[in-house]
Nanobody, 121 residues
Framework: QVQLVESGGGLVQAGGSLRLSCTASGNIVSISVMGWYRQAPGKQRELVATVTAGSSTNYADSVKGRFTISRDNSAKNTMYLQMNSLKPDDTAVYYC??????????????WGQGTQVTVSS
């Protein structure tokens, strides 16, 4: 079984910083893309940032210049999201996502349970 476990969420004042972590574990052969998504109350889940196995990154316009995604491609299969200059609009549940293979044949998407980020004004 594959598990994605997020950590690092919490409450922070506007202008502050948080660092999220996501670790993938289980019978994983390879991970293609990892990403962070978020869902605010009453809104659809949206992309925050993604990082490929080759460390190519992609960001939502709303977080460019403030958030940095990175990935540890060692056996730990860990991804990070450094969030700076946080705004109240960044308040959401942040979900870890991974596109990975467990059998060298097919890739599937897996999701973590989410971690709450709350930014107070």
């Amino acid at each position: 079984q594959v598990q994605l476990v997020e950590s690092g969420g919490g409450l922070v004042q506007a202008g502050g910083s948080l660092r999220l972590s996501c670790t993938a574990s289980g019978n994983i052969v390879s991970i293609s893309v990892m990403g962070w998504y978020r869902q605010a109350p009453g809104k659809q889940r949206e992309l925050v940032a993604t990082v490929t196995a080759g460390s190519s990154t992609n960001y939502a316009d709303s977080v460019k210049g403030r958030f940095t995604i990175s990935r540890d491609n060692s056996a730990k299969n860990t991804m990070y999201l450094q969030m700076n200059s946080l705004k109240p609009d960044d308040t959401a549940v942040y979900y870890c996502n991974a596109y990975l293979s467990t059998d060298w044949r097919a890739l599937q998407y897996y999701w973590g349970q989410g971690t709450q980020v709350t930014v107070s004004s």
